[in-house]
């Protein structure tokens, strides 16, 4: 048996006895005396309603008043009888005991004394219970003065000990039979919210150990709601422990790439210094230093932007992204122009179109944008398509490249990733510059990516466009 079973079986066992030890005590010590009230009750409403029905004249329903009484005792089942309140106090009781015991009522003991007699000549009611030990009965009766009469009102009432012992040994078996037949089901409950609870302590030790499984509980009620409240919590801590371990992986690799790109120009820096000492210079030393302390300062400064894009707050407010996006294609004329490149543009946005950004970042993104494709480009043109549809602004640039290696292209995003595997500064640059333009766009909450697929690149993203613009 479990601990809960345990402890549900022993809760419900002292509830029962604590509730029959309550019913045994009112039974025993409260139930006689209760059931004597009501009959006294009973009778003192008898005999006032006898007292209203003497007033009444003989005729006057054709009832004559032993007619009453008569009826009185057909309806409430008691014992009425009654004598000339003129006769003597033995006359008087044994007239009302003779009467009784024709009416099956033997009294081995009834007297009316002498002051009871005297209320009665005074008006006034004489209430008497008689006990009869041997008949393990009592007689309970009302005496009141009445046209004349004594008129006695009374009920046997049968001792109530004995039955009362009756019906608590009765309660007793009825107890016992209910306390057993309710530990077998409380058993049987508490095995079946057991089981469901084990699969969640199973379920839960499992997400302690980032193994992740899922209960599998159907009850119905409130344990199946926590089962799928666990599984949704056991999905998302999955679900986030792969995207730490992938940020992991990423930073181990961050570290490695920027440990790669300063290592290059490092080494440079110190074999030119060390010539330099050995009055190898031929005047152009110092020059290469100095080109790399800046191509190291370069790329730096780019990390730091990568940094602060990542943390710092968007000023986001209303820009004009048709005359922006006309603007940054100017300054790229000149530059395609030189690297025999032609720039197609298809510019189907309306005169004005405004956008919830940061100008500045906006800006950056769609420089970065435009200097990898011409960077990269394998073809002789670059396509650019500005499009609203959707109510969204929809920008995307394409150019020929090599996409025959679909895994480095899922990576493109990734800070210092090239698809040029030389690394030459010359064709790739840091590799930072789509991982700061996927920051800048995520902080817009912007949707973008890319397609690369039969020799074709392209990269989109949209942004929502204001209303009534």
Known sequence: ??????KLVTRITLALCAVFILTF?????????????QKKVKLAELTNELAS??????NADGLTLADRIQQVEADNEVTVVYAPLSESLNDLNSDILLQLNRKGIALSKFWLSEESLAQLHEGRQVNKIYDQTKLKSSFLVNFVPLAGNVVA?????????????????????????????????SALYTARIVKPLAKLSETAKSIADLTFIHADVRTGDEIESLADSINRMSDKLKKTQRSLEARNANLRTFIADVSHELKTPLALIQAYAAGIQDGLDDGTYPE????QTEEMAGMIDRLLELSKLQTESYELQPTEFHSL???TLENYQVAFRQRGLGLMVEDVLPPEVWVMADQHKLESVLHNLLSNALKYSEGNRVEVLAEVRSEQVHFRIANRADTRDEARWERIWEPFFVMEESRSKHLSG????????????LKHQAAYGHEAGNGRVEFYFSLPVLPGS
């Open 430 to 441: 840091t590799g930072l510059g789509l991982s700061i333009t996927g920051t800048i766009l």
């Open 153 to 185: 009102i009374g009920e046997s009432i049968s001792y109530s000990s004995e039955t009362i012992g009756i019906i608590n040994r009765f309660n007793w078996y009825i107890w016992a039979g209910m306390l057993l037949l309710l530990i077998l089901l």
């Open 325 to 327: 996006l006309i603007e």
């Open 288 to 291: 290469v230093i100095r080109r």
């Open 53 to 58: 029905l003497a007033g009444a004249q003989p």
């Open 25 to 37: 005590a009112v039974n025993t010590y409260f139930l006689p005396k209760y059931f004597l009230y």
């Open 1 to 6: 048996m479990s601990k809960l079973t345990r």
